[in-house]
Nanobody, 121 residues
Framework: HVQLVESGGGSVQAGGSLRLSCAVS????????MGWFRQAPGKDRDLVAR???????WYKDSVKDRFNISKDNAKNTLSLQMNSLKPEDSAMYYC????????????????WGQGTQVTVS
């Protein structure tokens, strides 16, 4: 049984930082593609950052140089360090995992967490 549980969201002022974490069970983070998505009200769920099995990372242009995705194989967790936050970063953030590949489309990913809210004012 695969389970992803996010934590670390909250409210922060513009320019501040937050660190999101995703605790994974049933999968080994080192063996799957992991990603962070976000969804604002009335908008699509968009890929923000992802990290492949090999550790190759990709970021959405608007978060490059501000966000950092990482995984801790020993703790079996995924993290997203978010710095210099902007109001447009406000959204529900979701952790996702896929055993086959790093998909671009949210609909292709196997497993999802319940989400954690990030609000930047």
């Amino acid at each position: 049984h695969v389970q992803l549980v996010e934590s670390g969201g909250g409210s922060v002022q513009a320019g501040g930082s937050l660190r999101l974490s995703c605790a994974v069970s049933g999968y080994t983070v080192g063996n799957v593609c992991m990603g962070w998505f976000r969804q604002a009200p009335g908008k699509d769920r968009d890929l923000v950052a992802r990290i492949s099995r090999a550790g190759t990372t990709w970021y959405k242009d608007s978060v490059k140089d501000r966000f950092n995705i990482s995984k801790d194989n020993a703790k079996n967790t995924l993290s997203l360090q978010m710095n210099s936050l902007k109001p447009e970063d406000s959204a529900m953030y979701y952790c996702a995992a896929d055993s086959f590949r790093c998909w671009w489309s949210a609909s292709r990913w196997d497993y999802w967490g319940q989400g954690t809210q990030v609000t930047v004012s």
